[in-house]
């Protein structure tokens, strides 16, 4: 592929959706990616010059770095993008990664506050922001009489969804902890989040700051969820007050990087309740096609420009997460028939999908994205119990299991600077 712009930027994994709607905000830009699967999405695209397979980040993150910094050492790069919970591992070496490329990362104890359900549950408390009932538990022998049911059982670190369980009783709560126990995510000393479900329509605000000050936000509504509770059908929407709210975490926080904030909004009461916050990019497309660029905002940042703060973004686009749709329906039981008849609509824009964008496969932009699309519906039409098996090895690529979070925090400090000067010899 032909350069296309003077600026080089690497992706720090191209295998979710956040990495995939990232390229459609960096079209102008030079971009290759790292993953560790030669199957990842975003490597089938015209938008992608180069993919390097890199070790694992979540099992070898210490391997992940020492690939990453002969990378930037190598590939010269001018901006370091981080799609996805690679921005942990990042932002532990934040000062010996600066001072090779151009990354916008908040401190490493500000994004811990973030990054980690637990801490992001008593940051909310200090600063008077309203959350649902929340309790944080250190022993889980101290859950059952804690708890009060329905109630949502989180890992203090979890992706995707998987770390978070609705348990309806006592059996589910045994069956929960069981189930992270199995896993290998409960520690003696783990914490655990229980909260009590929220009120409204769930909603996710996007955001880039620079030095404390937001630049650019972006809100939408979930009218249909899917993979992880993520947004399947969304619509942009206008909401000041969780900006407002936005503008004073990013402000206490110092933040400098990408935002954003998981919520239910009660248009009835006009009230707003956080339940998660990840310090990253996520899913930009419907940003985008409502009039903020917030991948090329975090771009300019990551060079050192001093941007102005943008404007409010359009309300009422609506958009979709293209094959992802038929991925969430399948993981809910649905069969052959019912999957061709979803993608049916989804082709014709009919019913729910009726003038809604497609946040995935946009063949206009990138005539490759329709290649993971084809092979993931058609394995879906020949299996649709394949769709388990094909999230967990997706998600497996950019995953921030608490095993990873404890290999990060006994990585050297200085193991970074001396991947590099290592490298540079």
Same mark, same amino acid.
């Given at each position: 592929?032909?350069?296309?712009?003077?600026?080089?930027?690497?992706?720090?994994?191209?295998?979710?959706?956040?990495?995939?709607?990232?390229?459609?905000?960096?079209d102008?830009?030079?971009?290759?990616?790292?993953?560790?699967? /030669?199957?990842?999405?975003?490597?089938?695209?015209?938008?992608?010059?180069?993919?390097?397979?890199?070790?694992?980040?979540?099992?070898?993150?210490?391997?992940?770095?020492?690939?990453?910094?002969?990378?930037?050492l190598?590939?010269?790069?001018?901006?370091?993008?981080?799609?996805h919970?690679?921005?942990?591992?990042?932002?532990?070496?934040?000062?010996?990664?600066?001072?090779?490329?151009?990354?916008?990362? /908040?401190?490493?104890?500000?994004?811990?506050?973030?990054?980690?359900?637990?801490?992001f549950?008593?940051?909310l408390?200090?600063?008077?922001?309203?959350?649902?009932?929340?309790?944080?538990?250190?022993?889980?022998?101290?859950?059952?009489?804690?708890?009060?049911?329905?109630?949502?059982?989180?890992?203090?670190?979890?992706?995707a969804?998987?770390?978070?369980?609705?348990?309806?009783?006592?059996?589910?709560?045994?069956?929960?902890?069981?189930?992270f126990?199995?896993?290998?995510?409960?520690?003696?000393?783990s914490?655990?989040?229980?909260?009590?479900?929220?009120?409204?329509?769930?909603?996710?605000?996007?955001?880039?700051?620079?030095?404390?000050?937001?630049?650019?936000?972006?809100?939408?509504?979930?009218?249909?969820?899917?993979?992880?509770?993520?947004?399947?059908?969304?619509?942009?929407?206008?909401?000041?007050?969780?900006?407002?709210?936005?503008?004073?975490?990013?402000?206490?926080?110092?933040w400098?990087?990408?935002?954003?904030?998981?919520?239910?909004y009660?248009?009835?009461?006009e009230?707003?309740?956080?339940?998660?916050?990840?310090p990253?990019?996520?899913?930009?497309?419907?940003?985008?096609?409502?009039?903020?660029?917030?991948?090329?905002?975090?771009?300019?940042?990551?060079?050192?420009?001093?941007?102005? /703060?943008?404007?409010?973004?359009?309300?009422?686009?609506?958009?979709?997460?293209?094959?992802?749709?038929?991925?969430?329906r399948?993981?809910?039981?649905?069969?052959?028939?019912?999957?061709?008849?979803?993608?049916?609509?989804?082709?014709?824009?009919?019913? /729910?999908?009726?003038?809604?964008?497609?946040?995935?496969t946009?063949?206009?932009?990138?005539?490759a994205?329709?290649?993971?699309?084809?092979?993931?519906?058609?394995?879906?039409?020949?299996?649709?119990?394949?769709?388990?098996?094909?999230?967990?090895?997706?998600?497996?690529?950019?995953?921030?299991?608490?095993?990873?979070v404890?290999?990060?925090?006994?990585?050297?400090?200085?193991?970074?600077?001396?991947?590099?000067r290592?490298?540079?010899?």
């Open positions: 592929m032909a350069s296309r712009g003077g600026v080089k930027v690497l992706l720090t994994e191209g295998s979710s959706s956040s990495a995939r709607q990232t390229l459609y905000g960096l102008r830009y030079t971009v290759d990616i790292l993953d560790p699967s /030669p199957w990842c999405q975003c490597r089938f695209s015209r938008l992608v010059r180069r993919w390097y397979r890199c070790p694992s980040f979540s099992q070898s993150p210490g391997a992940y770095l020492r690939f990453l910094a002969d990378r930037i190598k590939g010269h790069y001018d901006v370091l993008f981080p799609t919970e690679q921005v942990y591992l990042l932002a532990r070496f934040r000062d010996a990664l600066q001072r090779r490329v151009g990354v916008a990362l /908040p401190s490493f104890e500000a994004l811990e506050q973030m990054q980690c359900k637990s801490s549950a008593r940051l408390q200090r600063l008077g922001l309203p959350a649902p009932e929340t309790q944080v538990i250190r022993n889980p022998a101290e859950l059952a009489p804690a708890t009060g049911f329905p109630c949502y059982l989180k890992l203090a670190h979890s992706t969804g998987y770390g978070v369980r609705l348990v309806q009783d006592a059996e589910d709560l045994r069956n929960a902890l069981a189930d126990e199995r896993e290998g995510a409960l520690a003696e000393e914490e655990v989040v229980v909260q009590q479900p929220a009120r409204g329509i769930q909603g996710v605000a996007q955001s880039v700051f620079q030095h404390g000050r937001l630049i650019a936000a972006h809100c939408s509504e979930a009218h249909d969820v899917g993979i992880g509770g993520g947004q399947m059908l969304r619509v942009s929407a206008s909401h000041p007050m969780v900006i407002a709210d936005l503008q004073k975490l990013g402000a206490h926080l110092h400098h990087g990408a935002l954003f904030v998981d919520y239910f009660d248009a009835e009461r009230r707003v309740q956080y339940i998660e916050a990840n990253r990019i996520g899913e930009t497309l419907s940003a985008r096609i409502c009039g903020v660029n917030l991948c090329d905002l975090l771009v300019q940042i990551s060079l050192g420009n001093q941007m102005e /703060p943008v404007g409010p973004t359009e309300a009422g686009v609506w958009s979709h997460n293209g094959f992802q749709v038929l991925l969430a399948a993981l809910k039981g649905a069969g052959r028939r019912e999957l061709i008849a979803e993608c049916w609509r989804l082709i014709r824009k009919k019913g /729910p999908y009726r003038g809604c964008q497609n946040e995935m946009r063949p206009a932009e990138d005539w994205s329709l290649i993971p699309a084809f092979v993931v519906t058609f394995g879906l039409f020949a299996n649709p119990r394949l769709a388990d098996r094909i999230v967990r090895r997706t998600v497996e690529n950019y995953s921030l299991p608490e095993t990873a404890q290999s990060i925090h006994e990585l050297p400090a200085d193991l970074a600077e001396d991947f590099f290592e490298l540079a010899c």
